[in-house]
């Protein structure tokens, strides 16, 4: 090998690191302007956040008494209460817990551990996702014709478990979509350990794979449950009543729930009606965080479980 000019030997790296130390500076200006927008994101929706709960918190917290949580509606907003909307919230999601869970939490775990890579399951798959973009107001016309008018015999019609299925059907796609985002988090060496050792597939889902995966699954499911609580296009779609004045007294009973509620008392043009609905609405956020405090709580005890 020979060097025409030795002095020119090796001139082109400090080039090359220089230029290199110039893209790395300006990663790094980049990523500090990235992080800026995103810290500057984030206290504007906490802002936000923060105006519209204190105003809620201002008109609504001189409103709340017992007589308010014990009151049924009334067209004098003095005397109004939200007993029965507050009655039927807990019927409605009581039904949405109970048939969404276990069939979302079913079909992500037999989509994932048993159904094989065909077309078929590839379409439904394909489907859940779509499923899960899906407007509320569809899952409001399709409960009407199904649950209401195809089922009455077995709903009751306008019914708190027309409702229900209805909005169990709405989150049915989040649980499972993340139903089987929690199982793909536990890894492979478990299931081939737990096959090495004898067991059957069901046998390794059951005692291995669902024990790590339910605080994944919990997490989806609060989720779906934060969302039925508070969508009201469907329940109003299938018929649910604006002003009632008793108690369910079954699944097949009429109802109302907090967000219809709380619709109603804010298209009023009275002031005193708009501080009922605030009420209301801090009635809705603490049911939604005992809701979910609870599912939290369920999650970690599961977690340290596994652990």
Known sequence: MT???????????????????????GRYKLDRIFESLTWIAVAIALLVLATLIIDVLADGLPRLSWDFLNNFPSRKPEQAGLKSALFGTIWVMSVVAAVSFPLGVGAGI?????????????????????????????????????????MEPLTGGRSILSGGFTLALLILPIIIVSTREALRAVPDSLRLAGFALGANRWQVVREHVFPLAIPGILTGTILALSRAIGDTAPLITIGALTFISFLPEGLQSPFTVLPIQVFNWVSRPQREFHDNAAAGIIVLMVVLLLMNATAVFLRNRFQKKAS
């Open 110 to 150: 037999f989509l994932e551990e048993f159904a094989g890579d065909n077309w078929l399951t590839r379409i439904i798959e394909i489907n859940i996702n779509n499923l899960a973009g899906v407007p509320s107001i569809i899952y409001g016309l399709l409960g009407l014709q199904v649950f209401v008018r195809y």
């Open 3 to 25: 060097i025409d000019n030795p002095q020119n030997f090796g001139s082109d790296r400090p080039s090359e690191a220089s230029n290199f130390n110039i893209n790395l500076a």
